[in-house]
T-cell receptor, first 115, second 112 residues
């Protein structure tokens, strides 16, 4: 079975520029997560979708970050404008719902460097 | 509120010796607990999970963890380290609202 796909794998931008990341979850996984992993820290949840609805976005900096999952499948995370402190790896994960919702499957991540 | 504390940021062992990675948690509810491993340039992979069944949980690659409610701990162990175990390990707690909280990670170094 194909895993979680993310693109691009690496991105370098200057501060105040915009950037977008794409995630395609495992087929049939209703739940999709975006995490931010700053160097030396554990992943922090930014937003969680179930199908195309937002379950939790309490830690998403909404003044600059946005995310959508319009058709309940793939998702896009955008940062506009970027700040230096946004440099991190952005991880996408997906899971089933119900009794199997415990197991998250992670993509390889997108490493963002903001100069 | 939920939180996870990984007591060691770095652990170094010799190949063939036991591994102990420590994790303490706080949770308002009966938690679900997980260990994930992250190899360089690879995605996070689930090692094992505890979801209120047996307190001793066996995972992949010979790892296991024991849930101790009285100590609020969920330490990860392996009897004999292998070079391929070198990676970063994350302890994770899930609350009753299906929100996951990651620890800050422990980097395991295995010396030949």
């Amino acid at each position: 079975e194909a895993g979680v796909a993310q693109s691009p794998r690496y991105k370098i931008i200057e501060k105040r520029q915009s950037v977008a990341f794409w995630c395609n979850p495992i087929s049939g996984h209703a739940t999709l997560y975006w995490y931010q992993q700053i160097l030396g820290q554990g992943p922090k949840l930014l937003i969680q979708f179930q199908n195309n609805g937002v379950v939790d976005d309490s830690q998403l900096p909404k003044d600059r970050f946005s995310a959508e999952r319009l058709k309940g499948v793939d998702s896009t995370l955008k940062i506009q404008p970027a700040k230096l402190e946004d440099s991190a790896v952005y991880l996408c994960a997906s899971s089933l719902v119900g009794s199997e919702s415990d197991t998250q499957y992670f993509g390889p991540g997108t490493r963002l460097t903001v100069l | 509120a939920q939180s996870v504390t990984q007591l060691d940021s770095h652990v170094s062992v010799s190949e063939g010796t036991p591994v102990l990675l420590r994790c303490n948690y706080s949770s308002s509810y009966s938690p679900s607990l997980f260990w994930y491993v992250q190899h360089p340039n690879k995605g996070l992979q689930l090692l094992l999970k505890y979801t209120s069944a047996a307190t001793l949980v066996k995972g992949i690659n010979g790892f296991e963890a024991e849930f101790k409610k009285s100590e609020t701990s969920f330490h990860l162990t392996k009897p004999s380290a292998h070079m391929s175990d070198a990676a970063e390990y994350f302890c994770v707690v899930k609350n009753n609202f299906n929100k996951f909280y990651f620890g800050s990670g422990t980097k395991l170094n295995v010396k030949p």
